[in-house]
């Protein structure tokens, strides 16, 4: 079993920055691949960026650019930084983390992107 916790929502200008971080404990598998989803109001969940334990990465077309995932300093971490914020990546985003034989998700932190 894999618990994941999400951290770093908040409130944001339009323009601004934010980074959220993604951490894994209990059983962790050695290979993984983490992802980041977001659900805006109304709106479908949608992929944002994954990144594997091989390091390959890959962002939606509306990250590219703006989004980096990385893996923090703290084992089992995952961050995603976000820069020059609009009022459209206003989400519930959520962390997924996927093994060979299961895949769990966070609770999601808020990200609220409003002057």
């Known amino acids: 079993q894999v618990t994941l916790e999400e951290s770093g929502g908040g409130l944001v200008q339009p323009g601004g920055s934010l980074r959220v971080s993604c951490t894994a404990s209990?059983?962790?598998?050695?290979?993984?691949?983490r992802a980041w989803y977001r659900q805006a109001p109304g709106k479908q969940r949608e992929f944002v960026a994954s990144?594997?334990?091989?390091?390959?990465?890959t962002y939606a077309d509306f990250a590219k650019g703006r989004f980096t995932i990385s893996r923090g300093n703290v084992k089992n971490r995952v961050d995603l930084q976000m820069t020059n914020l609009k009022p459209d990546d206003t989400a519930v985003y959520s962390c997924r983390h996927s093994e060979s034989r299961a895949q769990f998700w966070g609770q999601g932190t808020l990200v609220t992107v409003s002057s």
């Open positions: 209990g059983n962790v598998d050695s290979t993984y691949v």
């Open positions: 990144i594997s334990t091989g390091n390959s990465i």
